[in-house]
């Protein structure tokens, strides 16, 4: 089941465990009387998901709070968080750090590794889950160009997308790899989240034509899913070796103040491998939208995780060449900058239930789309980001890290310098 508390969604009855701290956890669960499920090892994370029984975390909970040693400071810490978070902790807050609390005593400080399995989202849409907003998608008679590989290309370059399904779109044919269950078949009618990846790998392909582009399901078709499955994915393509790979995805920072685990732990893997561009957020005009829109604690410069993380290339959005009012703002994660306004792309083609303003479907309207939008966000600033360290790889045969330096080391008026590096007031 999924839990919400301040700016983070979570399953409440799992948590990731590193290996080779796996059987001190479970011991320590055991002796809280916390019911454990045959966990899901991933030997090439080094992790493992581990059900729990929903009834027994609370058990384990009162277990803790008998520990006089322990019940004094997590009685204090779940105050002050509760006043942070502008709400009621979560039995499984007050598990993991109960312990924490109880692995620093009895090992002197030292603590195992382990943590929430967190929910992600789109970085997209009308509007952006986490309360920022960046309008609807609009119909439009514009379209791209038809594709046509480069004759001059001199090497191919692989990208892969880990998004939502994909819509079977005539523009985007030949460029790009999808297993059969990971493309939308027809449905009347559509939902707008499901045509994000679609959209994203128009504006890939867009700015690098030759390029081909392998896409990964790890999104609903809300566009939401969770960290798990991500980062899984995340450990097969990095086995796969592509080039570049873009993550148009995001969680904000956690409440319990622990880094995300997962999903870090897979960007390290990834990151050895490939190039990894990812969304920054469409969080930056938070303060101008209705309150019951965004999450206690959101603000305009909130991190973005994978984006925030080391080892990615985070990418915020552009109008007129000028900072877009929902990019995240003083975010000095923000590496690059690339058009993200009222942007062609490819999209649904039939009627499509629109997002009402809360981000939900239940005053969805319907809007019947010819395969084309204009659309906004983050997401397809990453795209154009990723679209162009492929098309610089397939035009010079340089490396994707070559063409990721090439990017962040350019100076206005360098061509292609509507994608420039991040810098101060971005």
Same mark, same amino acid.
């Given at each position: 089941m999924a839990a919400k508390a301040r700016l983070e969604s979570f399953h409440d009855d799992q948590i990731v465990v590193a290996l080779a701290d796996l059987a001190v956890v479970a011991r320590e669960l055991d002796t809280l009387h916390v019911h454990m499920k045959e966990?899901? !090892?991933?030997?090439?994370?080094?992790? =493992?998901?581990?059900?729990?029984?929903?009834? $027994? @975390?609370?058990?384990?909970?009162? #277990?803790?709070?008998?520990?006089?040693? @322990?019940?004094?400071?997590?009685?204090? *810490? $779940?105050?002050? %968080? #509760?006043? !942070?978070?502008?709400?009621?902790?979560?039995? /499984?807050?007050?598990?993991?750090?109960? &312990?924490r609390l109880r692995f620093a005593r009895t090992y002197d400080n030292w603590l195992p590794t382990f943590g929430k399995n967190r929910t992600i989202s789109k970085i997209a849409g009308s509007p952006h889950v986490g309360g920022g907003g960046v309008g609807p998608p609009k119909k439009t008679g514009a379209f791209l160009a038809p594709r046509a590989t480069p004759p001059d290309q001199r090497r191919s370059v692989r990208v892969g997308l880990l998004d939502t399904r994909m819509f079977a779109h005539e523009w985007l044919a030949g460029g790009y790899l999808a297993r059969p269950g990971d493309l939308l078949g027809p449905q009347h009618p559509y939902r707008s989240t499901q045509a994000h990846a679609t959209s994203v790998a128009s504006r890939i392909l867009e700015r690098a034509p030759g390029a081909e582009v392998h896409l990964r %399901?790890? /999104?609903? *078709?809300?566009?939401?899913?969770?960290?798990?499955?991500?980062?899984?994915?995340?450990? #097969?393509?990095? #086995?796969?070796?592509?080039?570049?790979?873009?993550?148009?995805?995001?969680? +904000?920072?956690t409440d319990d103040g622990q880094p995300p685990l997962v999903i870090s732990t897979a960007v390290q893997l990834l990151s050895a491998r490939s190039v990894i561009v990812a969304a920054a957020g469409n969080h930056g005009n938070v303060a101008s939208r209705p309150a019951k829109q965004v999450p206690a604690g959101l603000t305009e410069k909130s991190p973005s995780y994978p984006a925030a993380l080391p080892g990615v290339l985070a990418v915020g959005a552009l109008e007129d060449a000028k900072p877009a009012p929902f990019s995240p703002k003083d975010a000095p994660w923000i590496r690059l900058m690339a058009p993200g306004v009222d &942007?062609?792309? =490819? +999209?649904?083609?039939? *009627?499509?239930?629109?997002?009402?303003?809360?981000?939900?479907?239940? *005053?969805?309207?319907?809007?019947?789309?010819?395969?084309? =939008?204009?659309?906004?966000?983050? $997401? +397809?600033?990453?795209?154009?980001?990723?679209?162009? @360290?492929?098309? %610089?790889?397939?035009r010079s045969g340089i490396t994707a890290q070559e063409a990721a330096a090439q990017l962040l080391s350019a100076a206005p008026g360098q061509p292609q310098s509507d994608i420039r590096p991040a810098g101060p007031g971005r």
């Open positions: 966990p899901d !090892r991933h030997r090439r994370l080094g992790l =493992a998901r581990l059900p729990l029984d929903g009834k $027994s @975390i609370t058990a384990g909970v009162g #277990e803790l709070r008998r520990d006089h040693g @322990i019940a004094e400071k997590l009685t204090a *810490d $779940s105050g002050a %968080r #509760e006043a !942070r978070a502008g709400g009621q902790l979560t039995p /499984l807050d007050e598990l993991l750090k109960g &312990l %399901r790890v /999104l609903g *078709d809300n566009a939401t899913g969770d960290s798990w499955a991500v980062a899984t994915a995340m450990a #097969e393509v990095a #086995e796969a070796g592509f080039d570049v790979v873009n993550l148009s995805f995001g969680e +904000y920072f &942007l062609t792309v =490819a +999209y649904l083609s039939g *009627d499509v239930l629109v997002a009402a303003e809360d981000g939900t479907f239940r *005053d969805a309207r319907d809007v019947e789309f010819g395969g084309w =939008a204009k659309c906004s966000g983050t $997401s +397809y600033a990453a795209g154009m980001v990723t679209g162009e @360290i492929a098309r %610089r790889m397939t």
